[in-house]
């Protein structure tokens, strides 16, 4: 089976191709350009140097969240627009779980950080069992300093006081706070392995595509975890509107 996939959770995004035995192509980029700008040229230039036709693949996979509002939506709708199109399989691949899937050999906790704005981030509990990822904790977004009480308070309930490798964008910018917090047991991978992988979402993609996990792209939708600002913003005067009505 052979699966484009679609990264656009982060600023770094990115499109690889992979089958059962091999990555064949990727492609990265981590620049100040707008995934709408870029992504479907990233998948034109991917196919043609790889010789790879859209009828020769089997499933279109993207990573769904969370991640930028923004670059979800691109993401996704490039995928729906590509398996609708086509008549292509739909596989929706968490990006909390392609971040962990990076360090799967690793002994340690895995958590991906990612920065969600606000001072907040976006996180999750993994562990590495012979190369597969278990979960420990649903996607959440919360402060810097509630998350990693959370995380402390998680790995001590499974009783495994073990180092906890951190991964993501939000690394370079809390790393301070999480060295404060967790000085003994904080981890952190080279700069190769903070970037989102598009190449891991077609490995996950691959796994759930064999299970026949995958999704009609017409009910396809992002996993935002927190509301965006307008949503908020919505909420808040439809509250003061109620407020003044019954007042």
């Excluded at 995928?79 to 392609?98: D, F, N, Q, Y």
Aim: glycine share 6%.
């Amino acid at each position: 089976m052979k699966v484009l996939a679609i990264e656009t959770s982060t600023l770094a995004g990115g499109v690889a191709l992979m089958d059962e035995k091999r990555l064949i192509a990727e492609y990265r980029l981590d620049v100040v350009v707008h995934h709408s700008e870029r992504i479907l040229s990233a998948i034109d230039l991917l196919l043609k140097e790889s010789g790879t036709t859209v009828a020769e693949l089997d499933a279109i996979a993207v990573s769904v969240g969370p991640g930028s509002f923004t670059g979800l939506r691109v993401g996704l709708a490039t995928a729906k627009g590509l398996a609708i199109g086509r008549g292509k399989p739909l596989v929706l691949v968490p990006t909390l779980e392609a971040f962990a899937a990076i360090l799967k050999y690793s002994e340690t906790w895995i958590v991906p950080f990612m920065d969600a704005r606000k001072a907040e981030v976006y996180w999750a509990l993994f562990k590495s069992q012979n190369g597969n990822i278990k979960r420990f904790s649903s996607d959440a977004a919360n402060t810097t300093e509630v998350a990693l009480r959370e995380i402390a308070s998680l790995s001590a309930a499974h009783q495994r006081h073990e180092s906890v490798m951190f991964v993501g964008d939000g690394v370079s910018r809390y790393q301070e706070l999480i060295l404060k917090e967790m000085p003994d047991i904080a981890r952190f991978p080279s700069p190769l392995f903070q970037f989102p992988s598009a190449a891991a979402v077609a490995e996950l993609a691959l796994v759930k595509l064999e299970k026949g996990e995958v999704c009609d792209p017409v009910l396809a939708v992002p996993s935002y975890v927190r509301a965006s600002t307008p949503e908020l913003k919505r909420a808040a005067a439809a509250r003061k509107i109620t407020g003044e009505e019954t007042q």
